[in-house]
């Protein structure tokens, strides 16, 4: 369901043997290429891929433009402020050599931050309820963060993470913080979250996309992408509308009462009303999506779009595709695809 409201305030070639061809023609081929070469994985973050949804919107009158953030070397969009948290905390000294870095997490965050951390010297503790996947606490733990779990509550629903499960991680994290005199990574307060979508995420679809974008809709959690994004996109063009994407029964920021806390689109609707990040002058509208529409959604971009996505990925492309079919007809959509669909093999989400 859409909530419109008034304000307008939005890819080795030096091992392949191609013996039938010149020396001299291989050798301008390589020239051509100039390989880019990153000193580490962290230069790999960002330029992902945008890709038009040309198949799941063959029935639709308008274009949906998809930005693949699983192709981050985290699988997902939180490498991106992963870098821009460190990288700003150590520029502002508040990040002291060999400090320890600890954040909450619903696992994407906690992964960018283990490969940053690790590449960079500082111990990472990553803090997380057990009502998320358990992909993502392996992964984290292979990428050498230490990983705590946090019991959900006992009303709680396993794979389903509620607005209360996420403060019982909240006091987690703020006790570890205070026993290892660690930098807190907050991802929900940092304006770090918000600069890396800004100075990043927001032109790279800007330029990708020849500037051509109608509507922006973002699944909220902890808003940076959201908002950073949007700041991007309104300065290149005040037209563009931005929509606030958040689950059925629990679309706390279009101001409707909480009634499905337990909702399964894990990284986001916590129903968690005071996101600092998140400006309400650069919401257009708010887009409901439920469980059933964000997996369906996801099934579908793996069938027929080849992009193998998470539950907020799903939600996303839903929230798109209701846009363009209402207020947006013929327009163009941009999207992010927030993360893999590897982070999710042990829920029903491919069942």
């Known amino acids: 369901m859409i909530h419109a409201i008034k304000n307008h305030f ?19 081929i390589l020239m051509i290429m100039k390989p880019d070469l990153h000193p580490s994985a962290i230069e790999a973050i960002g330029n992902t891929p945008l890709v038009d949804l040309a198949r799941i919107t063959r029935n639709v009158d308008g274009r949906i433009l998809a930005k693949l953030e699983y192709f981050n070397p985290g699988f997902s969009k939180k490498d991106r402020i992963a870098r821009q948290i460190i990288a700003d905390a150590e520029a502002s000294g ?14 994407n965050t906690g992964t960018g931050l283990a490969i940053v951390c690790g590449i960079t010297g500082y111990p990472f503790v990553a803090v997380m309820s057990k009502g998320n996947s358990i992909e993502r606490a392996r992964m984290m ?58 100075l990043n995420t927001g032109p790279e679809i800007i330029r990708q996309s020849g500037g051509h974008i109608d509507v922006f809709c973002d699944f909220v959690g902890t808003g940076g992408s ?5 700041a991007a996109f309104k300065e290149h063009n005040p037209s563009v509308e931005c929509f606030v994407v958040e ?18 689109i894990q990284g986001g609707g916590y129903a968690m009303l005071n996101l600092p990040l998140l400006n309400p002058a650069q919401v257009d509208g708010y887009v409901t999506v439920s469980d059933r529409q964000a997996i369906e959604m996801a099934r579908k971009l793996a069938r027929e779009e080849g992009i193998f996505a998470g539950f907020s990925s799903g939600a996303n492309v839903a929230a798109a595709i209701e ?29």
């Open 10 to 28: 939005r890819f080795n070639l030096l091992t392949t043997k191609y013996t039938k061809y010149p020396k001299c023609f291989l050798g301008q």
């Open 247 to 264: 689950p059925a029964g629990a679309a706390i920021l279009a101001g409707m009462p909480v009634t499905y806390p337990n909702h399964r």
């Open 323 to 351: 846009l363009l079919e209402t207020n947006f007809e013929g327009q163009t959509a941009a999207v992010l695809i927030c993360d893999s669909g590897l982070k999710y093999l042990s829920t029903d989400l491919w069942d």
């Open 226 to 230: 959201f908002a950073g994004c949007t």
């Open 94 to 107: 508040e990040l002291a050599a060999g400090q320890t870095v600890v954040e909450l997490t619903s696992g």
């Open 141 to 198: 733990s292979a990428l050498g963060a230490e990983v705590v779990l946090v019991d959900q509550l006992p009303d709680s629903v396993p794979g389903q993470v509620s607005g209360g499960d996420l403060e019982l991680v909240e006091r987690e994290t703020q006790r570890i913080v205070k026993e290892r005199d660690a930098f807190r990574a907050d991802q929900f307060l940092l304006e770090s979250n918000f600069r890396a979508h800004y």
